[in-house]
């Protein structure tokens, strides 16, 4: 059965860093591609990060460009996401997903695996 389970999130204050770790369950990383989604209140889930599978060719939203890298280690079936330079507006609840494909993509439909979302607050 494949699973994510999502872990890391956390309370930081603005500026500080936080990593958001996937570990997967039920498949190997090489053939699926997986995606760090996020979702505030009353917003819709919209695309962080993705890392494709096989070369692990990596994507990143614009409004995290340079803050956030994604990465992976395929041989403890996790995927990473590195945050940095945190801002409020990061809050959200962050989930990461996966589809079987060795591209990304930035659309959640696109994604029928999902995580049960890890808690982010950035806040002073």
């Known amino acids: 059965q494949l699973q994510l389970v999502e872990s890391g999130g956390g309370l930081v204050q603005p500026g500080g860093s936080l990593r958001l770790s996937c570990v997967a369950s039920?498949?190997?990383?090489?053939?699926?591609?997986v995606g760090w989604f996020r979702q505030a209140p009353g917003k819709e889930r919209e695309g962080v990060s993705c890392i494709g599978g096989r070369a692990g060719s990596t994507s990143y939203a614009d409004f995290v460009k340079g803050r956030f890298t994604i990465s992976r280690d395929t041989a403890k079936r996790t995927v990473y996401l590195q945050m940095t330079s945190l801002k409020p507006e990061d809050t959200a609840v962050y989930y990461c997903a996966a589809r079987l494909d060795y591209y990304c993509s930035g659309s959640p439909r696109d994604f029928p695996y999902w995580g049960q979302g890890t808690q982010v607050t950035v806040s002073s």
């Open positions: 039920g498949f190997t990383l090489d053939y699926y591609g």
